[in-house]
């Protein structure tokens, strides 16, 4: 059996990995970690575990730390202050920031200077529909962020096509729940500002777009993407709209049926919907050509906090440790 260790644990993404792993087939141990809230049970911040997770929230000792694998759930900045010691330790680390995700001159562009950036290259990005083989292995991954494994997922399957399109302006409009903003309490996030609104930020310059472009020009060289978030009154769930401009030929639907057959997260449906994604790892994917301004619209539908996060996570924790894909994620979403 498998230990793990969760960095970040009293946090919205830190909580949904303690409830995917207390079910997990082969987890045995999981030791939950938050400075904040040390010595607390952890129902007393996630109170949907009472009664199915009674542990107490231990402090932070990295060096303490002897898990077969460590989350990293921690803010932006945190990883890379703790990485370091536990590779050296020789445990295996899956960071849920942004510290190992993008090149060093990037990242301090978007966010702030790089204390490991020796680390970056060593890290592999953690979005398994693309980088499978290498994340089985890893030894850290770096877990993609939430808007950009919506964008990713559309984008990717129309590199086939990229001399056919215009690739260098490509619209991406999301949609996403209060949740990805975290669990910290700010005036944006506030009931009168959130609820019946809608409220765009960071509209032309948020820092998941140069992620978004630096992951896709590996296989599409020049695409440069228009990237807008827009805050809506749900919970949970991204709805991404992707807008590419031109004319491919082809049958869309079944070319990306065919990108993404054997995918086990990977639905392709006529219409997305949040609603049928929730409290799932499933991303779910529309495809449709509208000939009369020769556009081409892919729609994306994830759960933030799973496929954009938590579930990502523990879907890249079972490729690195051997374990059967579906472990520890096979929720369906309810209806109605």
């Not at 209060?178 to 005036?187: F, I, P, V």
Request: charged letters at 25%; hydrophobic letters at 40%; a negative charge.
């Amino acid at each position: 059996m498998t230990n793990a260790t969760v960095i970040g644990a009293s946090g919205y993404t830190g909580g949904e990995l303690l409830r995917l792993l207390v079910t997990h087939p082969d987890i045995d141990e999981i030791v939950p970690v938050s400075r904040t809230n040390a010595g607390k049970p952890v129902s007393s911040v996630h109170r949907n575990l009472n009664g199915i997770f009674e542990c107490d929230f231990e402090d932070l000792d990295i060096r303490g730390i002897d898990s077969d694998v460590v989350f990293l759930a921690a803010p932006n900045g945190e990883a890379m202050k703790y990485a370091p010691e536990l590779l050296e330790k020789g445990l295996k680390v899956i960071d849920l920031s942004a510290d190992f995700r993008l090149d060093k001159g990037t990242y301090e562009k978007f966010y702030m200077k790089h204390e490991s950036p020796e680390l970056i290259k060593k890290a592999v990005y953690g979005l398994p529909e693309l980088f499978r083989d290498k994340i089985k292995k890893a030894r850290m991954v770096a877990n993609p962020g939430c808007y950009v494994t919506s964008a990713i997922l559309a984008i990717a399957p129309l590199a086939k096509f990229k001399d056919k399109l215009d690739m260098e302006k490509v619209v991406v409009d999301s949609k996403s729940g209060t949740s990805g903003a975290g669990a910290k309490l700010t005036d944006f996030l506030t009931h009168g500002e959130v609820h019946d609104n809608l409220k765009p930020y960071n509209v032309v310059e948020h820092r998941h777009r140069p992620e978004m472009e630096h992951i896709l020009s590996q296989s599409i060289k020049d695409i440069r993407i228009s990237f807008t978030p827009t805050l809506v009154p749900i919970i949970r769930g991204i709805l991404t709209n992707v807008h590419v401009f031109g004319k491919t030929g082809a049958d869309l639907r079944k070319h990306y049926e065919k990108f993404y057959g054997g995918e086990p997260f990977i639905r392709i449906v006529d219409i997305p919907q949040v609603k049928d994604v929730v409290g799932t790892n499933f991303c779910d994917i529309g495809v449709h050509a509208d000939k009369h301004t020769d556009r081409i619209l892919v729609i994306s539908a994830i759960d933030n906090l799973l496929k954009g996060a938590s579930g990502q996570a523990v879907q890249n924790m079972n490729l690195m440790f051997g374990f059967d894909e579906w472990a520890g994620l096979t929720m369906v979403a309810g209806h109605p």
